[in-house]
């Protein structure tokens, strides 16, 4: 059995956040490897200041070095555009592994307007990190309320694999400030520096 954690998003960019809270969920809860699924658009963001789907791979890819942690494009080779479609998939594709959700407490908020998101609760365990501002809305979001009764606590997350489905368990980590957003704020052509390079040119034929 491998046990592996996915950590979905746009990675708009990948960053030191992303794999600060990917370690210590490694940690925390005894994991073989942590995949970031590069999300190729995400149906609750605005296209609008959304970068390449290439240069947001590159960035997890970098934010992954010298680690356990991948960086899979494996939601645009399924062509799947929804949580519940590319878990499905996984769990068929990968039958050996078992998997847990990682999410933040920014997405645990807005977790009922996932499509089926009960269903993705009834596929896997859920571990939940939290994050500074927004853990009040997470808790008093209408997911919480619906699995409150599932959840577990912190000092049973390294059986999560033998826990009987629905699954929530709350992690508390020491938070990293880095965010997206401001990355984005202070150079909004970021995911110029992942750009593939240019494709040199044809040396000269002689006549």
């Known amino acids: 059995m491998t046990r592996i954690g996915l950590l979905g998003g746009s ?3 990948a960053h030191s956040g992303h794999r600060a809270v990917s370690l210590a969920a490694m940690r925390a809860l005894e994991l073989d490897a942590v995949w ?20 947001r791979l590159a960035s997890a890819r970098a934010a992954a070095r010298r680690s356990r942690i991948r960086a899979s494009d494996i939601e ?3 062509g799947t555009r929804y949580t519940v479609d590319t878990l499905a998939a ?7 592994n078992r998997f847990v959700w990682l999410m933040g407490a920014d997405n645990l908020a807005q977790f009922h307007r996932w499509r089926d998101w009960r ?10 990190i939290a994050r500074p501002g927004y853990d009040a809305k997470a808790l008093a979001a209408p997911a919480t309320g619906w699995l409150r009764r599932f ?6 997350v390294k059986d999560w694999t033998e826990w009987s489905l629905p699954a929530l368990v709350l992690l508390r980590f020491r938070p990293d400030p880095t965010s997206a957003t401001r990355l984005r704020a202070a150079d909004p052509d970021w995911h110029v520096h992942y ?8 040396p000269a034929t002689q006549e």
Request: net charge positive.
């Open 151 to 156: 959840q577990r606590r912190p000092g049973q």
């Open 11 to 13: 990675f708009n960019p």
């Open 119 to 128: 269903k993705i609760a009834r596929m896997m365990p859920i571990a939940v």
């Open 76 to 78: 645009a080779r399924l």
């Open 195 to 202: 750009a593939a390079p240019p494709t040199p040119p044809k």
């Open 36 to 55: 970031l699924l590069v999300s190729p658009g995400n149906p609750l963001k605005p296209a609008k200041g959304m970068a390449p789907f290439v240069a």
């Open 90 to 96: 996984l769990i068929r594709r990968y039958p050996k």
